[in-house]
């Protein structure tokens, strides 16, 4: 089992945060092998973040580190859609924000359409916390991991005044359809 | 064991910390910064010291001088400030000095391209200061291998009385990955020889018969001395060839005569081959990927990397490449390995795969590479 992930945002919007969380569980909490790169722009600036994981159950199928056939994708805003395109997989899961893309060129794909930047503002009061309803969402959709270790996770790296909103998010995530 | 996820540089400054490494002295260099950033705050926690000083000059030489104090002590850099250490690091190898130095490479030559990553300092690590010596260098490809690597580092830093260095890049810097930690006893943690001799008759440098002198501490009652000229087993100055080449001698044989179990490599798909590819560090990843797409594709094609980049062995590395029809040669720059494996194969079967990529090579241009020779 190999699974390639790929996550796309703007700075600011958490997708290092989400990468961190998804690697904590699947590593240390479900005992998978995970790789992670991060690139990343800054919040004032802008600018593309992204994260490619890479996540198997043996450490000989890891090699190289970046994504070249995604099973999942999240775009979380409108950056390189197209050229994004040639490292999913026909068959891929594709979440997408909808708060900010507004049309997408997957034909293919399975895409989940979502304002996670509304839904985090109605649930949990900021949209602050949208990448934790993405990942509520992809793993409800995905079952790429289970809800209690991404809880779990979340709890270990983020601070403690913060886990309440975060888990909010995500269990908001969860339900989403 | 522990169980984390964490980024490169973490693990290096975890695995010294697992080592018994309690001084760090840095200058911020990207993208080395975040060894010394997470060490600033987990240091203290346990008795251990952090200080940046001004430049790399000065953060190498209080190393040497940790170092003598009794203290394992680390730095770490990029390409630029190596450079800048080469002097100490001559230093450091003179007065059998044992410490860790750090190299996670970034594009060069000068300042180049500090965030992105390269594979260009395989010479200077190995050859950059001015006299005649060798260093072990331990080159990871993964986290967890930096964890472990920098573990080992140590203990042949500590167990040779020698300067070694752990040659990372920006990859392997930043990538986040599963991570095994040690607690204290489940790995092997080597502390230098101390003498046994009473103080009046301590040599500093004279060697026991694996060519390693036993180190005092500054302040346990022996007569210790730091001297970078040429030096007889007391430490004193001497300008006579029969001086000079015993010492010399003996800094260059205390490194080499331990190359069998200084020297590693990792073999995949070793059994069945017609094309080898040997590579290192971050960009043997891609080489073992692209290794696996030519298999699919009906070439025989294996990967032999380097988890040593000094002292070599070249009988090991002409074993492996006897077996091959041809030898390519992955790394990221303009081909510096590639002279090491001429040397221990026929020169007409080995081809330099020089990627001058700054970022870590995919592995269709390494397949491409290949193709090209078939």
Known sequence: ?177 | MRKSFISGNIAIAEGAITAGMRFFAGYPITPASDIMEYLAERLPEIGGVVTQFEDEIASINAVVGASWAGVKSMTATSGPGFSLMLEALGLAVITETPLVVVDVMRAGPSTGVPTKTSQSDVMQVRYGAHGDYVIPVFAPWSAQEAYDLTIKAFNVAESLRTPVILLSDAVIAHLWESVLLAEPGEVEVINRKKPSSPPDEYLPYKPDNDLVPPMATFGEGYNVIVESLIHDERGFYRQDREAYRNLVKRIVNKVLSRVDSLFEVEAYYGDDYKYLLVSFGSTARSALAAARILRKSGIKASLLRLKTLSPLKLETLRKYCDEAEKIFVVENNMGKLVHDVERAAENDKVISLPLLDLEIPEPKDIVEGVRKWL
């Open chain 1, 1 to 177: 089992m190999k699974i390639e992930i790929l996550l796309v945002g703007r700075g600011g919007q958490g997708i290092l945060l989400l990468g961190r969380v998804l690697g904590v569980a699947m590593s240390k909490y479900a005992n998978l092998y995970v790789t992670g790169v991060e690139s990343y722009a800054s919040e004032t600036r802008g600018g593309e973040s992204r994260v490619d994981l890479i996540v198997s159950d043996k450490s000989e199928e890891m090699d190289y580190v970046k994504v070249l056939n995604a099973d999942i994708a999240l775009f979380m805003y409108p950056y390189n859609l197209v050229k994004y395109s040639e490292v999913l997989k026909r068959d891929a899961y594709v979440f997408i924000n909808s708060t900010f893309v507004k049309e997408h060129p997957y034909t293919t794909q399975k895409v989940f359409m979502r304002p996670y930047n509304e839904v985090a503002e109605k649930v949990a009061g900021t949209s602050r916390v949208a990448n934790m309803v993405a990942l509520g969402h992809i793993i409800a959709k995905t079952g790429v991991q289970k809800a209690e270790y991404v809880e779990k996770a979340l709890k270990e790296i983020i601070s403690e005044n913060l886990y309440d909103v975060n888990v909010k998010a995500l269990r908001a995530g969860l339900e989403l359809d």
